[in-house]
C-alpha cells in the first residue's frame, strides 16, 4: 500500500502493553454481551485487542470495518473482570476510539454529545426546551410515567422510550452548601447529568439520606458531566477539559468523601479518570488519583457510616429484585446495596437469573447499535418479570433508562427504582 | 484471495451476511490460544448441516483448504488457517437439540458452549463430567475433535467416553451418521472413536450424541498441602490404592505455589512444597466417609495442611488457589508455553525430577500443575521471547520434557491435541508405520487433503 497515508497510532502507543498481555485464550467469549449478541469474533474482546495489535503494526486502518469492531463495546467490564490475564479491555476500547476519532473524525452525533456535556448552560437550557417542546414530539406513557417518540428524532430511534425530563433540574434545587452536624463527615455530592436532569429524585434521597446522617452536603455548582458519553465516542479532549473542570471544583471543599449515586459517575471518576485521563495526561494523573481514592458510592458510603434502613427505609410491603449495574459491578459493590435493602421494612427481595448482567445500554452504544441493545436487554426484561417483583431495584439511572425500555416494550408494569429511593421512602414522606 | 465466483457460490449457499473477507474479519478468525496468527481468506459461518456439505462440497471440487473452528480456544493451533482458505464457525450450530432423560443421552449441535450443555442437563438431575479449564466459552464440536479431558476425568473419564455418535460431514461433502444411542454396538469400525480427537481433519462434526449420567448428589473439596512433592506423589497412589477414586486429584508444585502466594498471598504455609486439591462426589454419606478416609491415608505423608470445605462458598475458596495459577504465572515470565504431557500416575514424582533437571540444564523457570490424579501434568516453559535465543532454548527444552513423559511410559500431549504445536515432536512418540497408517486414513476419507491440512502430522501427504 504505497499511497497510504500516515495514521495517528499516539493513542495506542499508550497501552501497547497491556495490549501483550492478552493471549487470546477466549474467555472473554464467556462474558461478553455485545459477543452475546452479534455472535462474531470483532464483537469480543480478544478480537477488538488482535485489531488493535494489527493497528499498531500498520497492517489494517482506521476505517470502517475498524470502527464497527470497536463500536461494538458496552465498556461494561466484564471481560475484564473475568480475563485471566487482567488485561483492560475497556481502556483499550476507548483509546482505539480515540485512534479512530483523531482519524476519521467524531461521529456528528459525538460531536452533538460533545457540545452538550461541555456545556452545562446548553444542557439546562435542553432540558428546558425538552420540557416544553416534550408534548410536541413525545406522547406520554402512563403505565410507567415515560415518554414515547411521536416520531424518530436524529439520534434517538422511534422505538426509545424516554424518560421524562424533571421540571427544575436537581442542582438548581438547592443551595451549595448544605451544612450537617459538626464532628459528622463532610460530603461532596457528584451529582451526574441523568440525577440532575432526568431522575432528580435519585439526587433528593441521597440528599436526604446523608442529611439523616448528620452530614454536610456540598454539591459544587460547578461540576459538570462526568464525561464518560465523550469517552465512549473517543472525544478525549472534551473529557480532559470536563476532568479538569470537575477536578477543580471537587478539589474547592476539604471534603471526606466524593459521593456519586450513578454508577457510570463513579466508574469514571474512581477508575477511568486515572487509567485513560490520567495515562494520557501525566501532569493530571496525582490529582485523578487523590480524586479517585475519595470516590465512594452512595450506598457503600451509606453502610460504612452505618445507616439503619430501618429508621429511613419503606414500611410497605414491596417485593423488589436487584440489578447489578456494570460499573458497581466492577468495583466489587455487589453485596452492599443488597445488605442495605434487605435490611429495610418491608421489602423482599427476590433475585433474578443474571443480575450480575448487562442490562444492554452501555453509554452510548444503545444509541447506534439500538436493536442488539435490546436484544443483550430482552434477557435481562424476561429474569426481572420471572421473579413476580412489583420493581426492579439497582444504583444507576443509566440502567434505570434501559430497564425501562425494556419493561415498557415487553409491556410490563414493573417499577424502576434506585436504590437510595428504597432507603429514604420514609424520610420523604415526612419531611 | 478466492476468486469472485467461489466467493458468490459461498455467499449463495450461507447467505451474504455469513460469508467476511474484511481483513479485520480475517484477523479475528486466524488465531486461538496458542497466539499463533495466519490470514485465511474467508470465514464462513453455516446455519446447517446441508450448509456445510455444500461448503466442502465446493472446497474439495476447487481443491481449497477448509478449517473447520469453534471457540478457537484450542492450544495446539488446530482451527488455525496456516496457509489460508476458508475458516468453517460452527457456533451458529449451537441447539440442544434433545435431552432424553428415559435413556440418558443427549444431542447437541457442535456449537454449543460445554457448559451451557452441563447446566442443561443438570437442571434435569443429570451429569455431563468432561470439564476442561476453557469450558465456560469452548465449544462441545471442538472438545470431541480435540477429545478434551480435564480435571474430572480421572473418575469420569475423557470426552472421548461420553460420545455415542455423530453426525459428520466427510470432506466430500457426504453427510454421514457414525455410532448411535445405543450402549452396544458392534456393526462396522468404529468411526464415532476415530473421530473424538481427529483435529478437524477427517470430517466437520454437526451432531453429537453422548451418554449422561445421573447427577451426584453432593460433592466434597480438600486442599491437602505437603512438605514434599513425593509426599503428594504417594498420596495420589496411596488414595487411590485405597480404593477410593477422587472425582478430582489437582496437583501444583512449588514453583506453581510460589507464583501464586507471591502474587496474591493466600497465607500458604511456608514449608508447604506441593498442593493437592482433592474432591470426591457421590451420596452425602459417602462423601463424608471418603473425606475422612483419605485424611487417615494422607496424614502419614508429610501432611502440613488439610482443609475442608463446609459448603459451596468454601469449596470455591479451595478452588481459587487453583484457578489464580493462570495470571500468576506471567510474573514469571510474559511468555509461556503450556504442554500437556501424561506419565502413568505412580510415575509423577520421577517425571516431576526430570523435568527440574531440564529446567537447571536450560536455566528456564519450569511451573508445574496438573491433573495428578492421571498423571497428566501441565508443564509450563516460561521465557520472554524479547530476549534473544530463549525461544530457541524452550524448543529444546520442551523435546527434553517429550522425552522424559515416553521414557516413562507416558505420551506427549493427554488434552491438547497436536494441531501445529506439536507437529515437530511427533515422531519422538510415533514410529514411521504409526504415522503411515493414520495417514491413509486420512488420505481414505479426504483424497484432495482440503480439511485442515498441514495439521498434525509434519510431511505433506
Known amino acids: 500500500m504505497l499511497n497510504r497515508k500516515v495514521i495517528d497510532l499516539d493513542p495506542l502507543k499508550r497501552i501497547e502493553n497491556e495490549l501483550k498481555k492478552c493471549v487470546k485464550c477466549g474467555a472473554c467469549r464467556a462474558n461478553c454481551p455485545a459477543f452475546a449478541a452479534y455472535g462474531k469474533e470483532p464483537a469480543v474482546a480478544r478480537g477488538k485487542i488482535a485489531l488493535a495489535q494489527h493497528l499498531l503494526k ?33 481502556e483499550i476500547v476507548m483509546v482505539a476510539r480515540e485512534a479512530l476519532a483523531k482519524e476519521r473524525g467524531l461521529t456528528t452525533f459525538h460531536q452533538a454529545v460533545g457540545r452538550v456535556i461541555r456545556n452545562r448552560r446548553l444542557m439546562n437550557f435542553g432540558a428546558l426546551a425538552g420540557r416544553i417542546l416534550g408534548p410536541l414530539f413525545f406522547r406520554k406513557v402512563p403505565a410507567t410515567s415515560g415518554l414515547r417518540l411521536r416520531f424518530p428524532l ?58 439523616h446522617l448528620g452530614c454536610t452536603v456540598i454539591i459544587p455548582k460547578d461540576q459538570q458531566c462526568c464525561g464518560l458519553p465523550g469517552m465512549s465516542g473517543g472525544d478525549l479532549d472534551t473529557v ?37 485521563i490520567g495515562r494520557k495526561h501525566p501532569e493530571l494523573m496525582e490529582r485523578c488519583r487523590a480524586l479517585a481514592e475519595k470516590t465512594v458510592d452512595a450506598a457503600v458510603l451509606l453502610q460504612k457510616l452505618g445507616l439503619n434502613p430501618e429508621e429511613t427505609g419503606a414500611g410497605d410491603e414491596l417485593r423488589i429484585t436487584y440489578h447489578d449495574p456494570c460499573h458497581l459491578r466492577t468495583r466489587n459493590i455487589t453485596r452492599q446495596p443488597r445488605e442495605l435493602l434487605t435490611a429495610t421494612p418491608g421489602v423482599g427481595l427476590a433475585e433474578m437469573a443474571g443480575a450480575d448482567r448487562c442490562c444492554g445500554l452501555g453509554g452510548t452504544f444503545n444509541v447506534y447499535h439500538y436493536d442488539a441493545s435490546m436484544r443483550i436487554n430482552t434477557g435481562k426484561t424476561e429474569a426481572i418479570v420471572a421473579t413476580g417483583a412489583q420493581a426492579v431495584v439497582t444504583g444507576c439511572p443509566g440502567c434505570m433508562m434501559q430497564l425501562s425500555d425494556g419493561l415498557h416494550h415487553a409491556g410490563s408494569r414493573v417499577r424502576v427504582l434506585h436504590t437510595l429511593e428504597i432507603l429514604a421512602r420514609r424520610l420523604r414522606k415526612t419531611p | 484471495m478466492l476468486d469472485t465466483r467461489i466467493l458468490d457460490e459461498l455467499r449463495k449457499i450461507v447467505g451474504t451476511d455469513q460469508v467476511a473477507t474484511d481483513r479485520q474479519d480475517l484477523i479475528c478468525y486466524g488465531y486461538d490460544a496458542t497466539q499463533m496468527e495466519f490470514l485465511p481468506d474467508a470465514v464462513v459461518h453455516p446455519g446447517s448441516t446441508e450448509e456445510v456439505a455444500a461448503i466442502l462440497k465446493l472446497a474439495n471440487r476447487e481443491g481449497i483448504p477448509v478449517f473447520p473452528r469453534g471457540a478457537g480456544s484450542g492450544f495446539t493451533g488446530g482451527a488455525l488457517p496456516k496457509g489460508g482458505g476458508i475458516v468453517l464457525v460452527v457456533t451458529r450450530l449451537n441447539r440442544i437439540l434433545r435431552i432424553d432423560t428415559e435413556n440418558l443421552i443427549a444431542e447437541v449441535e457442535p456449537g454449543v458452549v460445554t457448559e451451557q450443555f452441563q447446566l442443561a442437563v443438570e437442571k434435569l438431575g443429570l451429569f455431563y463430567p468432561p470439564d476442561p479449564a476453557s469450558l465456560k466459552f469452548s465449544t462441545l464440536g471442538g472438545n470431541v475433535a480435540e477429545n478434551a479431558g480435564g480435571p474430572r476425568c480421572v473418575k469420569y473419564g475423557v470426552t472421548r467416553d461420553f460420545v455415542m455418535g455423530l453426525e459428520v460431514v466427510l470432506p466430500t461433502g457426504e453427510i454421514i451418521r457414525t455410532g448411535g444411542e445405543t450402549y452396544k454396538g458392534v456393526v462396522g469400525y468404529d468411526l464415532t472413536r476415530l473421530l473424538c480427537g481427529s483435529e478437524g481433519s477427517l470430517g466437520v462434526i454437526t451432531k453429537i450424541i453422548f451418554k449422561l449420567l445421573p447427577l451426584p448428589e453432593a460433592k466434597k473439596t480438600m486442599l491437602t498441602i505437603f512438605d514434599s512433592i513425593d509426599g503428594a506423589a504417594k498420596a495420589v497412589s496411596a488414595i487411590i490404592g485405597g480404593k477410593i477414586i477422587p472425582t478430582t486429584l489437582e ?11 507471591r502474587r496474591f498471598s493466600l497465607g500458604i504455609p511456608a514449608e508447604g ?102 498423571g497428566n501434568i501441565h508443564v509450563n516453559v516460561m521465557i520472554d521471547k524479547q530476549v534473544e535465543g530463549q525461544e530457541e532454548k524452550a524448543h529444546e ?16 500431549s493427554g488434552e ?16 514411521q508405520a504409526q504415522v503411515a497408517a493414520m495417514q491413509a486414513i486420512k488420505k481414505a476419507l479426504d483424497p484432495n487433503n482440503i480439511l485442515n491440512p498441514g495439521k498434525m502430522f509434519p510431511v505433506e501427504i
Open chain 1, 58 to 90: 500498520g497492517d489494517i486502518e482506521l476505517d470502517g470495518a475498524t470502527y464497527a469492531a470497536m463500536s461494538k463495546c458496552l465498556l461494561c467490564g466484564s471481560c475484564v473482570e473475568k480475563c485471566p490475564n487482567e488485561v483492560p479491555t475497556d
Open chain 2, 251 to 261: 496437583f501444583m508444585d512449588y514453583a506453581t505455589l510460589t507464583c501464586v502466594e
Open chain 1, 154 to 211: 436524529p439520534f434517538v430511534g422511534g422505538k426509545r422510550h424516554i424518560p421524562q425530563i424533571a421540571r427544575k433540574p436537581f442542582m438548581d434545587r438547592h443551595p451549595e452548601v448544605i451544612p450537617g452536624e459538626p464532628g459528622k463527615p463532610r460530603i461532596l455530592f457528584f451529582v451526574g447529568c441523568m440525577t440532575n436532569f432526568v431522575y432528580t429524585e435519585v439526587g433528593e434521597a441521597a440528599l436526604a439520606l446523608f442529611r
Open chain 2, 273 to 374: 512444597r506441593a498442593v493437592l486439591l482433592i474432591e470426591v462426589d457421590g451420596d452425602r454419606d459417602l462423601i463424608e466417609k471418603q473425606a475422612e478416609r483419605i485424611h487417615e491415608i494422607i496424614r502419614p505423608l508429610g501432611l502440613v495442611q488439610f482443609k475442608v470445605a463446609k459448603d459451596a462458598a468454601e469449596s470455591e475458596a479451595l478452588w481459587r488457589v487453583r484457578r489464580l495459577v493462570s495470571p500468576s504465572l506471567r510474573d514469571v515470565n510474559p511468555d509461556k508455553f503450556n504442554e500437556d504431557i501424561v506419565v502413568p500416575r505412580s510415575k509423577v514424582p520421577d517425571v516431576i525430577r526430570r523435568i527440574e533437571k531440564i529446567q537447571q540444564r536450560y536455566d528456564i523457570p519450569i511451573v508445574n500443575f496438573g491433573h495428578a490424579g492421571d
Open chain 2, 416 to 431: 491438547h491435541g497436536v494441531g501445529l504445536a506439536k507437529q515437530p515432536y511427533i515422531h519422538l512418540e510415533l514410529t
Open chain 1, 240 to 276: 480532559r477539559g470536563l476532568a479538569e473542570k470537575n477536578l477543580a471544583a471537587l478539589e474547592r471543599y476539604e471534603a471526606d468523601y466524593v459521593m456519586t449515586a450513578c454508577a457510570t459517575c463513579g466508574g469514571a471518576l474512581h477508575k477511568f479518570y486515572p487509567a485513560v
Open chain 2, 397 to 412: 527444552a520442551i523435546a527434553e520434557v517429550f522425552r522424559a513423559a515416553l521414557d516413562l511410559s507416558g505420551t506427549m
